[in-house]
């Protein structure tokens, strides 16, 4: 579905179910170069059990249209503007990567407006490395290569992601790729990046979040290694670490365990 956002078109994937605003909603956030599609068992797997999904294209981002925010901040103020616009009252914010640390400042802003907040493959502080950086904008195609041997673990998934034969850094270089493609103007890659190595407001989101907060981290992630997570849960009032056998694209090598520490959170708070 399309949701009217600043007069621009957001994409909101809903699980292939009918959005119904009077089911308890999961808005999903993707990472840096990823669009709505990495989540796409466990949006499926909570539409058809009883929950409202929107697992959205950022702004400026795949399908959606408008200005790709430049700043955690202004991103988390796209996602509370998007619950406004679909008549949502509150929400379960999910975020991976630079979507964990929208999803926190999101919380932070608007406490009341969120009853459960998921932090996947998160760190805080998020840094970039420096030659990272340069790459994203000098040779995205090596940028994208050090990401994805970075990002995982394994060569291929279970079935239960993306299929039989799924070849994980294969899929997500081409993802990274159609992402990136999609704005012509305006270099995602390198924008979503800095974002990421700017954002210094985390420990005091952390701290401003009211609701009960799941960090779910790989065990093996290089980008956001677990030490990182701790560090960050240390500030909040209500945080539960799983750690799961998965480097950073854990939705996809992990999919079973990310889905069932998804509902075992939302089903005790």
Same mark, same amino acid.
């Given at each position: ?72 901040? *202004? ?65 995205? /195609? ?60 985390? /420990? ?5 979040? *009211? ?59």
């Amino acid at each position: 579905m399309f949701i009217d956002l600043h007069g621009a078109p957001l994409y909101a994937y809903t699980g292939g179910r009918p959005f119904d605003p009077a089911q308890p909603t999961v808005v999903f956030i993707h990472g840096v170069l990823n669009d709505h599609s990495v989540w796409i068992l466990q949006s499926r797997a909570l539409a058809h059990h009883g929950w409202n999904v929107l697992a959205i294209d950022l702004p400026g981002h795949g399908r959606s249209g408008g200005q790709p925010p430049a700043t955690v901040e *202004q991103a988390a103020d796209d996602v509370l503007a998007l619950l406004r616009a679909a008549g949502i009252a509150r929400a379960v914010l999910v975020g991976h990567s630079f979507g964990s640390l929208i999803a926190l400042e999101a919380a932070a802003r608007a406490p009341s407006q969120v009853s459960h907040l998921v932090l996947v493959g998160t760190a805080f502080p998020m840094a970039v490395s420096p030659a990272l950086l340069e790459a994203s904008v000098s040779a995205p /195609e090596k940028a994208i290569h050090m990401v994805n041997v970075f990002s995982h673990s394994t060569l291929c998934p279970p079935p239960s992601a993306l299929g039989p034969g799924t070849w994980l850094y294969g899929s997500s270089r081409a993802l990274m790729r159609r992402v990136l493609a999609s704005n012509p103007t305006v270099n995602l890659f390198h924008t979503g990046f800095q974002a990421c190595d700017r954002y210094r407001g985390g /420990e005091q989101a952390m701290a401003a979040v *009211q609701c009960p907060t799941l960090l779910l981290v790989g065990r093996h992630d290089q980008m956001t290694p677990p030490r990182a997570a701790r560090a960050l849960a240390a500030h909040a009032r209500q945080a539960t670490v799983v750690e799961v056998e998965a480097g950073h694209a854990l939705m996809t090598e992990a999919p079973d365990a990310v889905l069932d520490a998804l509902r075992q959170f939302l089903s005790r708070t």
